[in-house]
């Protein structure tokens, strides 16, 4: 996702670059990582999106499932395949699940602010422009 992607979804002119970070492995998992930064104050943080796959034989909805763990407080469903949260550090995970290739394939993307339930339409949109290539 290109930084004026990111910036149109979220309604911030201000999404200056991405960059690509190192692959992360976890058991069987192999997760790509894009970092998105703001423009002023120069490279502030704004969040992440890491996209990666396991097994098919665990399913969209389980791994949606398994995810919700890791959040802070209740799960916001956006759609069947997407959901936010608020996250343990503080910000907020917006995650969709698809069956792709073989695999379950989760895209997340872990912004900087907490969770805004003004901005159900955007999480929505994100994930589904993100589903849509996974």
Known sequence: M????????????DVDASSEQ????????TAYNCDY????????HLGTL?????PSLLSPQKALQLFSESCADDVQSLYEAAMYCYSKDGGTDIVVAKSSH?????ATIS???PP????RAEYT????TLEGRL
Do not use: C, I, W, Y
């Open 50 to 54: 890491t996209v990666g796959g396991v």
């Open 2 to 13: 290109s930084p004026a992607e990111f910036a149109k979804t979220f309604d911030d002119t």
């Open 37 to 44: 930064h703001l423009a002023d104050p120069p490279g502030t």
């Open 22 to 29: 190192p692959q992360t492995h976890q058991d069987q998992f």
């Open 116 to 119: 805004d339930g003004t901005m």
């Open 125 to 128: 949109a994100v994930m589904k």
């Open 111 to 113: 912004l900087v602010n």
């Open 102 to 106: 073989g695999e379950t394939r989760l």
